[in-house]
């Protein structure tokens, strides 16, 4: 999901129309409805416009939330359920799981190496 489905996301979440917001950044209705469709991409000086008038950083409305990242690059969903939980847990128990994960992709990639 990319920036024209997360500027429709946090325009509609605000309760912003096409036409309020494309007056509020200095555009046309059409223009802003191209962008939500991928039609047209903005130039910079509009996307930071936009995201001033949204009330979101930039790095969000381009890239989308941190859900969103995650989706995109963890496929595996139960490692992200797992992750989640693991956020949960006190600071020393998450270096514990962190130290765990380093430990087992250390042995991996020394047995790889020595595989080779």
């Given amino acids: 999901m990319g920036f024209a ?4 996301k946090y325009r509609t979440a ?3 129309s096409q036409d309020e917001l494309s007056k509020r ?8 409805s191209r962008y939500e469709h991928g039609l047209s991409v903005p130039s ?5 416009k936009i995201s001033e008038a949204l009330d979101v950083s930039i ?3 381009v890239f989308g939330d941190k859900d969103q990242k995650i989706d ?9 359920t797992l992750f989640q939980k693991v956020e949960l847990l006190s600071g020393k128990q998450r ?3 962190k130290e765990l994960l380093n430990a087992f992709i250390f042995q991996k990639d020394i047995q790889q190496k020595l595989a080779q």
Avoid: C, F, M, P
């Fill in 5 to 8: 489905y997360n500027l429709k």
């Fill in 44 to 48: 910079v000086e509009v996307v930071k």
């Fill in 95 to 97: 270096e514990t799981v």
């Fill in 59 to 61: 790095d969000e409305l």
């Fill in 72 to 80: 995109q690059t963890i496929k595996d969903r139960e490692l992200i």
């Fill in 25 to 32: 950044i200095g555009s046309h209705a059409v223009q802003l």
């Fill in 14 to 16: 605000r309760g912003i």
